[in-house]
């Protein structure tokens, strides 16, 4: 009989409780992850600049697919608390060992639209 007031009691105590109280939650810290890139970053690139050109005005990119390497992504993600705050994507492409174009949420120009358009910097056709 005392065996199963004893398993009683602490089934019991595994009912509905909270394992944390609500006013104590574990610290999540700030992660920035991958290439920030600036407005100001984007407005130092023009069309026919060579890699080392963009290289420099952005920085060594996150990804660059072996098997298109005329393509070069900068992804940057920044959580706060746990939570996605901030995600931009930006994408440069080259045609001949020159810039071609770049796509993405940053784009280029002064007076720039908003961050879900395109931006298309295309080199003049040579003759």
């Known amino acids: 009989m005392k065996k199963i007031l004893i398993t009683t009691l602490l089934l019991a105590g595994c009912g509905n409780i909270p ?3 609500p006013l ?3 610290y999540k810290i700030d ?3 991958g290439n920030y890139i600036t407005q100001d970053m984007i407005a130092k690139l023009k069309p026919g600049m060579s890699r080392s050109q963009v290289r420099f005005a952005l920085g060594t990119p996150l990804i660059v697919d072996p098997f298109r390497t005329d393509r070069w992504d900068y992804v940057y993600t920044l959580y706060k608390g746990g939570k996605l705050v901030e995600q931009r994507t930006v994408t440069v492409v080259f045609k001949d060992e020159q810039l071609l174009r770049i ?3 940053v784009v280029a120009g ?3 639209p908003a961050p ?5 910097v295309t080199t003049p ?3």
């Open 31 to 33: 992660i920035q992850q």
């Open 116 to 120: 879900d358009k395109k931006a298309d």
């Open 19 to 21: 394992v944390v109280p």
């Open 103 to 105: 796509d993405g949420d």
């Open 110 to 112: 002064s007076n720039a």
């Open 125 to 127: 056709e040579k003759k």
């Open 24 to 26: 104590l939650t574990p």
